[in-house]
Protein backbone atom coordinates (compact mmCIF):
# COMPACT_ATOMS: atom_id res chain seq x y z
CA UNK A 1 0.00 0.00 0.00
CA UNK A 2 1.22 3.48 -1.10
CA UNK A 3 1.73 5.60 2.00
CA UNK A 4 1.24 8.75 0.09
CA UNK A 5 -2.66 7.50 -0.06
CA UNK A 6 -2.69 7.43 3.76
CA UNK A 7 -2.33 11.56 3.78
CA UNK A 8 -4.24 14.10 2.12
CA UNK A 9 -3.23 17.71 1.81
CA UNK A 10 -5.43 20.57 2.77
CA UNK A 11 -5.60 24.06 2.70
CA UNK A 12 -6.56 26.60 0.44
CA UNK A 13 -4.60 26.79 -3.26
CA UNK A 14 -2.94 23.71 -2.23
CA UNK A 15 -2.39 21.06 -4.94
CA UNK A 16 -1.20 17.46 -4.86
CA UNK A 17 2.99 17.15 -4.95
CA UNK A 18 2.41 15.62 -8.66
CA UNK A 19 0.29 18.54 -9.90
CA UNK A 20 3.07 21.02 -8.99
CA UNK A 21 4.94 22.77 -11.74
CA UNK A 22 8.72 21.80 -11.29
CA UNK A 23 10.70 24.35 -13.59
CA UNK A 24 13.40 23.74 -15.45
CA UNK A 25 17.09 23.67 -14.25
CA UNK A 26 17.35 27.20 -16.43
CA UNK A 27 14.76 29.06 -15.04
CA UNK A 28 15.56 28.23 -11.77
CA UNK A 29 19.04 29.80 -12.41
CA UNK A 30 17.29 32.93 -13.84
CA UNK A 31 15.18 33.13 -11.00
CA UNK A 32 18.33 33.14 -8.55
CA UNK A 33 20.03 36.00 -10.06
CA UNK A 34 19.39 39.11 -12.40
CA UNK A 35 20.60 37.20 -15.82
CA UNK A 36 21.32 40.79 -18.20
CA UNK A 37 23.55 42.34 -14.83
CA UNK A 38 25.45 39.46 -14.16
CA UNK A 39 26.15 39.22 -18.00
CA UNK A 40 26.92 43.25 -18.07
CA UNK A 41 29.18 42.70 -14.52
CA UNK A 42 30.98 39.64 -15.85
CA UNK A 43 31.96 41.58 -19.24
CA UNK A 44 33.27 44.76 -17.40
CA UNK A 45 35.24 42.68 -14.87
CA UNK A 46 36.79 40.01 -17.41
CA UNK A 47 37.82 43.57 -19.70
CA UNK A 48 39.28 44.62 -16.29
CA UNK A 49 41.18 41.91 -15.40
CA UNK A 50 42.86 41.42 -19.48
CA UNK A 51 43.55 45.30 -19.45
CA UNK A 52 46.79 44.60 -20.98
CA UNK A 53 45.30 42.41 -23.49
CA UNK A 54 42.30 45.10 -24.76
CA UNK A 55 44.00 48.23 -24.60
CA UNK A 56 45.88 49.19 -27.89
CA UNK A 57 47.38 52.17 -26.24
CA UNK A 58 49.83 52.56 -22.88
CA UNK A 59 47.51 54.52 -20.69
CA UNK A 60 50.68 55.96 -18.83
CA UNK A 61 51.72 57.65 -22.05
CA UNK A 62 51.08 61.17 -23.31
CA UNK A 63 50.48 62.01 -26.54
CA UNK A 64 51.16 65.28 -26.86
CA UNK A 65 50.19 65.64 -30.66
CA UNK A 66 46.57 64.61 -30.14
CA UNK A 67 45.71 66.25 -26.73
CA UNK A 68 41.54 66.33 -26.71
CA UNK A 69 41.22 64.33 -29.41
CA UNK A 70 37.50 62.86 -30.25
CA UNK A 71 36.57 59.29 -30.35
CA UNK A 72 38.20 57.96 -33.69
CA UNK A 73 39.76 54.80 -35.43
CA UNK A 74 43.32 55.10 -33.55
CA UNK A 75 41.80 56.01 -30.19
CA UNK A 76 38.42 54.69 -29.42
CA UNK A 77 37.33 57.12 -26.86
CA UNK A 78 39.31 59.79 -27.88
CA UNK A 79 42.08 61.87 -25.53
CA UNK A 80 41.92 63.54 -22.76
CA UNK A 81 43.58 67.20 -22.04
CA UNK A 82 46.97 65.43 -21.09
CA UNK A 83 46.93 63.34 -24.41
CA UNK A 84 46.23 59.35 -22.88
CA UNK A 85 44.02 57.06 -24.38
CA UNK A 86 40.52 57.07 -22.54
CA UNK A 87 39.68 53.20 -23.82
CA UNK A 88 43.29 52.22 -22.52
CA UNK A 89 42.79 54.38 -19.24
CA UNK A 90 38.90 52.97 -18.55
CA UNK A 91 39.90 49.06 -18.44
CA UNK A 92 43.09 50.00 -16.29
CA UNK A 93 40.90 52.19 -14.14
CA UNK A 94 38.00 49.88 -13.98
CA UNK A 95 40.54 47.53 -12.52
CA UNK A 96 42.05 49.55 -10.01
CA UNK A 97 38.09 51.18 -8.85
CA UNK A 98 36.69 47.42 -8.52
CA UNK A 99 40.19 46.50 -6.51
CA UNK A 100 39.05 49.07 -4.07
CA UNK A 101 35.42 48.13 -4.14
CA UNK A 102 36.31 44.65 -3.19
CA UNK A 103 39.32 45.65 -0.44
CA UNK A 104 36.88 48.25 1.00
CA UNK A 105 34.11 45.97 1.30
CA UNK A 106 35.78 43.50 2.54
CA UNK A 107 37.22 45.47 5.21
CA UNK A 108 33.84 47.36 6.13
CA UNK A 109 32.50 43.42 6.11
CA UNK A 110 34.35 42.05 8.47
CA UNK A 111 34.16 44.88 10.90
CA UNK A 112 31.07 45.03 11.27
CA UNK A 113 30.47 41.37 11.65
CA UNK A 114 32.98 41.56 14.72
CA UNK A 115 31.69 44.16 15.80
CA UNK A 116 27.88 43.66 16.06
CA UNK A 117 28.79 39.94 16.80
CA UNK A 118 29.95 41.28 20.00
CA UNK A 119 27.67 43.78 20.77
CA UNK A 120 24.68 40.89 19.86
CA UNK A 121 26.45 38.34 22.38
CA UNK A 122 27.34 41.20 25.28
CA UNK A 123 25.74 41.92 28.26
CA UNK A 124 22.85 44.45 28.39
CA UNK A 125 24.89 47.53 29.10
CA UNK A 126 28.05 46.55 27.34
CA UNK A 127 25.36 46.40 23.87
CA UNK A 128 24.00 49.63 25.14
CA UNK A 129 27.64 51.27 24.68
CA UNK A 130 28.65 49.32 22.03
CA UNK A 131 25.35 50.54 19.82
CA UNK A 132 25.66 53.80 21.05
CA UNK A 133 29.14 54.51 20.21
CA UNK A 134 27.91 53.19 16.34
CA UNK A 135 24.83 55.06 16.62
CA UNK A 136 27.19 58.34 16.73
CA UNK A 137 29.61 57.65 14.26
CA UNK A 138 26.71 57.41 11.75
CA UNK A 139 25.59 60.34 12.67
CA UNK A 140 28.72 61.70 11.40
CA UNK A 141 28.85 62.14 7.50
CA UNK A 142 31.30 59.62 6.37
CA UNK A 143 32.57 62.33 3.80
CA UNK A 144 33.80 63.92 7.19
CA UNK A 145 35.09 60.95 9.13
CA UNK A 146 36.94 60.60 5.35
CA UNK A 147 38.68 63.85 5.44
CA UNK A 148 39.83 63.44 8.93
CA UNK A 149 41.09 59.64 8.41
CA UNK A 150 42.97 61.00 4.69
CA UNK A 151 44.11 64.31 6.70
CA UNK A 152 46.29 61.70 8.87
CA UNK A 153 47.26 59.57 6.58
CA UNK A 154 48.89 61.86 3.66
CA UNK A 155 48.83 61.27 -0.06
CA UNK A 156 46.79 58.03 -0.22
CA UNK A 157 46.93 54.86 -1.67
CA UNK A 158 45.00 52.08 -2.77
CA UNK A 159 45.44 50.15 -0.36
CA UNK A 160 45.19 53.27 2.74
CA UNK A 161 42.55 54.22 0.66
CA UNK A 162 40.47 51.23 1.14
CA UNK A 163 41.09 50.70 4.75
CA UNK A 164 39.86 54.62 5.00
CA UNK A 165 36.47 53.86 2.65
CA UNK A 166 36.26 50.39 4.98
CA UNK A 167 36.71 52.15 8.51
CA UNK A 168 33.68 55.12 7.65
CA UNK A 169 31.20 52.42 6.20
CA UNK A 170 30.85 49.70 8.91
CA UNK A 171 28.31 50.99 11.22
CA UNK A 172 25.22 49.90 9.05
CA UNK A 173 26.04 46.13 8.90
CA UNK A 174 27.04 45.82 12.27
CA UNK A 175 23.43 47.08 13.52
CA UNK A 176 21.94 44.68 11.26
CA UNK A 177 24.50 41.39 12.58
CA UNK A 178 23.67 42.70 16.06
CA UNK A 179 19.72 42.44 15.50
CA UNK A 180 20.47 38.87 14.00
CA UNK A 181 22.68 37.82 16.93
CA UNK A 182 20.08 38.38 18.98
CA UNK A 183 17.55 36.29 18.01
CA UNK A 184 19.91 33.20 17.98
CA UNK A 185 21.96 33.97 20.82
CA UNK A 186 19.95 31.97 23.16
CA UNK A 187 19.89 29.18 21.07
CA UNK A 188 20.66 25.97 22.38
CA UNK A 189 23.44 24.81 19.54
CA UNK A 190 25.51 28.51 20.47
CA UNK A 191 24.86 27.43 24.41
CA UNK A 192 26.32 24.22 23.52
CA UNK A 193 29.08 25.52 21.85
CA UNK A 194 30.01 27.96 24.72
CA UNK A 195 29.47 25.54 27.43
CA UNK A 196 32.09 23.52 25.47
CA UNK A 197 34.73 25.58 25.64
CA UNK A 198 34.13 27.39 22.26
CA UNK A 199 35.73 30.48 22.08
CA UNK A 200 34.07 33.68 20.61
CA UNK A 201 35.53 33.62 17.06
CA UNK A 202 34.14 30.00 17.11
CA UNK A 203 31.10 30.18 17.58
CA UNK A 204 31.26 33.23 15.14
CA UNK A 205 32.20 30.90 12.49
CA UNK A 206 30.46 27.67 12.87
CA UNK A 207 27.51 29.62 14.35
CA UNK A 208 26.21 33.19 14.41
CA UNK A 209 27.73 32.98 10.48
CA UNK A 210 25.69 31.04 8.62
CA UNK A 211 22.69 32.19 10.22
CA UNK A 212 23.26 35.65 9.59
CA UNK A 213 25.41 36.05 6.22
CA UNK A 214 21.93 34.97 4.22
CA UNK A 215 20.22 38.68 5.44
CA UNK A 216 23.13 40.85 5.08
CA UNK A 217 24.54 39.26 1.38
CA UNK A 218 22.74 41.76 -0.43
CA UNK A 219 24.61 44.71 1.69
CA UNK A 220 28.03 42.88 1.65
CA UNK A 221 27.90 43.05 -2.50
CA UNK A 222 26.53 46.90 -2.16
CA UNK A 223 28.75 47.98 -0.43
CA UNK A 224 31.51 47.14 -3.38
CA UNK A 225 29.53 49.71 -5.09
CA UNK A 226 29.45 52.30 -2.44
CA UNK A 227 33.20 51.99 -2.10
CA UNK A 228 33.68 52.91 -5.83
CA UNK A 229 31.61 55.61 -5.60
CA UNK A 230 33.07 57.07 -2.58
CA UNK A 231 36.49 56.43 -4.28
CA UNK A 232 35.15 58.12 -7.06
CA UNK A 233 34.18 60.98 -5.26
CA UNK A 234 37.15 61.45 -3.05
CA UNK A 235 39.37 61.33 -6.27
CA UNK A 236 36.86 63.45 -7.94
CA UNK A 237 37.38 66.19 -4.99
CA UNK A 238 41.19 65.99 -5.03
CA UNK A 239 41.44 64.37 -1.74
CA UNK A 240 41.56 60.43 -3.08
CA UNK A 241 44.18 58.93 -5.43
CA UNK A 242 46.97 60.76 -7.15
CA UNK A 243 46.43 62.16 -10.64
CA UNK A 244 49.29 59.62 -11.38
CA UNK A 245 47.61 56.74 -10.01
CA UNK A 246 44.73 55.58 -13.20
CA UNK A 247 41.33 55.10 -11.94
CA UNK A 248 37.58 55.77 -12.88
CA UNK A 249 37.78 59.02 -9.91
CA UNK A 250 40.99 60.50 -11.28
CA UNK A 251 39.78 60.09 -14.63
CA UNK A 252 36.40 62.04 -13.55
CA UNK A 253 38.92 64.90 -12.01
CA UNK A 254 39.20 66.13 -15.27
CA UNK A 255 35.92 67.02 -15.72
CA UNK A 256 36.65 70.75 -15.14
CA UNK A 257 38.98 71.26 -17.61
CA UNK A 258 37.18 69.13 -20.44
CA UNK A 259 33.95 71.46 -19.69
CA UNK A 260 36.28 74.47 -20.57
CA UNK A 261 37.38 72.63 -24.05
CA UNK A 262 34.55 70.84 -25.07
CA UNK A 263 35.70 67.14 -24.68
CA UNK A 264 32.24 65.47 -23.77
CA UNK A 265 33.98 62.18 -24.27
CA UNK A 266 35.90 62.62 -21.35
CA UNK A 267 33.27 63.03 -18.81
CA UNK A 268 30.44 60.67 -20.78
CA UNK A 269 32.15 57.71 -21.61
CA UNK A 270 34.18 57.01 -17.64
CA UNK A 271 30.88 58.55 -16.14
CA UNK A 272 28.75 55.87 -18.66
CA UNK A 273 31.49 52.87 -17.58
CA UNK A 274 30.90 53.86 -13.67
CA UNK A 275 27.37 54.21 -13.44
CA UNK A 276 26.52 50.47 -15.56
CA UNK A 277 28.88 48.92 -13.41
CA UNK A 278 27.54 50.88 -10.01
CA UNK A 279 23.74 49.73 -11.85
CA UNK A 280 25.03 46.10 -12.58
CA UNK A 281 25.82 45.80 -8.42
CA UNK A 282 23.39 47.77 -7.20
CA UNK A 283 20.73 45.58 -8.87
CA UNK A 284 22.53 41.80 -8.02
CA UNK A 285 22.41 43.47 -4.69
CA UNK A 286 18.78 44.04 -4.89
CA UNK A 287 17.51 40.74 -6.21
CA UNK A 288 19.42 38.80 -3.68
CA UNK A 289 17.10 40.84 -0.54
CA UNK A 290 14.29 40.04 -2.59
CA UNK A 291 14.94 36.48 -2.85
CA UNK A 292 16.36 35.93 0.48
CA UNK A 293 12.93 37.78 1.98
CA UNK A 294 10.98 35.63 -0.30
CA UNK A 295 12.37 32.64 1.11
CA UNK A 296 12.45 34.05 4.38
CA UNK A 297 8.65 34.15 3.37
CA UNK A 298 8.07 30.79 2.61
CA UNK A 299 9.52 28.91 5.80
Not at 48 to 73: E, K, S
Not at 193 to 198: D, F, L
Not at 278 to 294: A, D, F, K, S, Y
Request: aromatic letters at 10%; proline letters at 5%.
Amino acid sequence: MNDSSLFRIVGAGRRPLEERPILPKWRRVLRVMPLASVVVLAFIVIGCLMAPVIANHNPWDFYLQNLNQPPNGEFYFGTDSLGRDIFSIIWYGGRLSLTIGLLAAAISSVIGMIYGCLSGTAPEWIDQILMRWAELLCSIPALLLQLLFLACVGEPGVISLSMVIGFTTWMNMARIVRSEVRQIRESDYVLESKMMGGGFFHVLWYHLLPNFISPILFMIVSSVGTAMTTEATLSFLGIGLPTEEISLGTMLSFSTRALLTNSWWVIIIPGLFLVITLVCITHIGHHLRREINRGCSNL
